[in-house]
């Protein structure tokens, strides 16, 4: 697999992690995963391409949750065990869960720092790379493209999509 472009926004005073993205580039196409807040405080976890993307076409736009991953959307299978794969080393790296027992660590340093933490949160210690210089913390991958993540927030149901761009750095 090859490395993903990033991008999280966290919000320490509100509500904590706003929105995790993480995709790959092949050909004409760009296909990763998603999660955040939505409106109605559900959380959000989807699959998604964007095909055409990097062509002079319209891009079209198709998302999955999580149990549709391996469902009838257009998505090939070795992309499909791709997507699966770099989901689950995202979200262990970078994330963590209330319910998961081994992230009762990461939770108390949030309470210890008085600082936001939802059901799915940042993992603690990876906070430190983030920029803080805007209310929403950000870190995003040396390849991540704005773009993209422009083109999702008109379409996901995350929760962060109207404040997103006075995160965007130019």
Do not use: I
């Not at 405080?41 to 319209?58: K, N």
């Not at 991958?141 to 962060?160: D, I, N, T, V």
């Amino acid at each position: 697999m090859h490395a993903p472009n990033v991008f999280l926004a966290y919000a320490p005073r509100g509500a904590g992690l706003r929105c995790a993205v993480a995709y790959l580039a092949s050909g004409r196409d760009a296909y990763g995963w998603f999660t955040g807040p939505c409106l109605d405080l559900s959380v959000a976890s989807r699959y998604f391409v964007l095909e055409d993307f990097y062509s002079a076409a319209p891009a079209r736009y198709e998302e999955v949750d999580q149990a549709g991953l391996h469902s009838g959307w257009s998505l090939d299978e070795p992309r499909r065990h791709e997507l699966a794969r770099l989901q689950e080393a995202f979200a262990r790296e970078w994330l963590c869960h209330r319910s998961d027992a081994w992230a009762a660590g990461d939770f108390a340093s949030y309470a210890r720092a008085e600082l936001a933490a939802g059901e799915v949160s940042v993992r603690f210690g990876r906070l430190a790379l983030f920029s803080k210089l805007q209310p929403n913390w950000t870190y995003y991958s040396r390849g991540f493209e704005y773009g993209l993540l422009r083109h999702l927030a008109r379409r996901w149901p995350l929760e962060y999509a109207d404040d997103l761009e006075e995160a965007m750095l130019p």
